[in-house]
């Protein structure tokens, strides 16, 4: 069986496949944005190549078809020093732009947190592997994949300052609410969780050690357009409108379980103002020359909505009633809720979420009716 943190409430963002009439498209989500200022270009070139050596071989083996043709020559290379380079105007009171590695730039939070970054002048290289799917070893991912990048960026002159995404499933069997970072987070309660706490201690190790600037973001179940297929809100939204019953977890003693819904506009707020407030990394060529920041911040909604009502608002947008099939949520199951305390973010990055569920969802709504062509009345593909 899969975790069933998958099929809930994934808290956090992950690898994806997108089905949709026909066509298939492969999403990568596991994020970690490299930012520097424009003279660290070339520094980061090199970031994204050795970090991405054996994404691409993959990628090239098993993508070669449709994407071959379109990377690697001049035109190719010209594009990327376009995209990289920032764009906002000589004497921007917002300065002169940064020029970021977005990992997993095709996923849900990296494609937004990308065309984010460009619409305000900075500069993006994205890097993607394209992978099918969840890989059921995160473990790679989010542990080999995640040394890899720090790897790379601790020998980088100038270092890189890292803004990463962790997640708010750390917080695991913690009980005490609302969830602030200084809460313990030793208490996993899936496999993914477990592998993005090792990535915090991990981090932490290369901030120590090397002088890298780290700040790692718990996201709080995100949600919105282009948001994971697997996600409850996302197959539910499916599953209603093709009459299909949905299946409702309850916690014990019949408590709903409830969950603290970031729309993806919030997040990308969140991690923009990371990029903006995080410190210079202090080592060169693999040497620490001082102490460099190191932050965790939740990024949350602060109010956390049951399934039902949930489900209920997905109701009101969709206009269909949905066939509700509730089982009880067993022992080894995802935590009951997450609920954040958003303080420090709230301090120290200006960030401030602006997006209730209802409205969140609304958006979401419209999007999947235009994306996936439904008309009211005929089956959905
Ligand atoms: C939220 O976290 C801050 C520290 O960041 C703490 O001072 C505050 O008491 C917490 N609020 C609640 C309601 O727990």
């Known amino acids: 069986m899969r975790a069933l943190e998958d099929d809930l409430f994934p808290s956090t963002p992950g690898k994806v496949k997108i089905e949709r009439a026909g066509g298939t498209m492969n999403r990568q989500l596991h994020r970690c944005f490299a930012s520097t200022s424009t003279m660290f270009l070339w ?19 098993t993508s070669s078809k449709y994407f071959a043709a379109s990377w690697g020559g ?16 000589p004497g921007s009171a917002a300065g002169a732009g940064m020029s970021v590695l977005v990992t997993g730039a095709s996923g849900f939070v990296g494609a937004h ?8 002048g900075d500069g993006v290289v994205g890097i993607d592997n394209f992978n099918a799917y969840y890989d059921p070893s995160y473990v790679h991912s989010n542990v080999a994949g995640l040394v890899t990048l720090l790897e790379a ?41 477990a592998t993005k706490k090792a990535g915090e201690e991990i981090t932490h190790s290369y901030n120590h050690i090397y002088g890298l600037s780290i ?56 991690c923009l103002g990371s990029l903006d407030t995080a410190g210079r990394s202090t080592g060169t060529g693999g040497k620490k020359r001082g102490p460099a920041p190191y932050r965790i ?26 066939r509700k099939h509730v ?11 997450t609920h954040a305390n958003i303080s ?9 979420p602006a997006t209730n569920l209802d409205a969140g969802l609304k958006k979401f709504v419209k999007w999947y009716l235009s994306y996936y062509g439904y008309t009211r009345g005929s089956k959905n593909l």
């Open 297 to 322: 911040f939740n990024l949350g909604n602060t109010s956390p909505v049951t399934v039902p009502t949930l489900v209920a608002i997905l109701e009101k947008h969709l206009r269909v009633k949905a």
């Open 215 to 270: 700040t790692g973001l718990r996201f709080f179940t995100v949600y919105g357009p282009w948001g994971r297929p697997d996600m409850a809100y996302f197959s539910f939204t499916r599953n209603i409108l093709q009459g299909k019953p949905i299946t409702v977890y309850r916690g014990k003693n019949h408590v709903d379980l409830a969950r603290d819904f970031t729309y993806i506009d919030d997040i990308v707020k969140g």
């Open 344 to 352: 420090l973010a709230r301090q120290q990055l200006g960030y401030k």
């Open 113 to 120: 947190c990308s065309l984010a970054l460009r619409k305000r």
């Open 153 to 193: 960026c601790k020998n980088a002159d100038p270092q890189p300052a890292i803004v990463w995404a962790s997640s708010s499933s750390v917080y695991g069997l913690n009980d005490k609410v609302p969830f602030s970072e200084s809460h313990r987070t030793d208490q996993p309660a899936s496999l993914y969780a």
């Open 43 to 61: 520094a980061l070139f090199l970031v994204a190549m050795t970090a991405s050596y054996l994404s691409f071989q993959s990628f090239v083996d």
């Open 74 to 89: 001049l035109h190719w290379e010209r594009q990327i020093r376009a995209s990289a380079a920032p764009r906002r105007p």
């Open 327 to 337: 089982v009880e949520m067993p022992g080894n199951g995802d935590v009951p809720f």
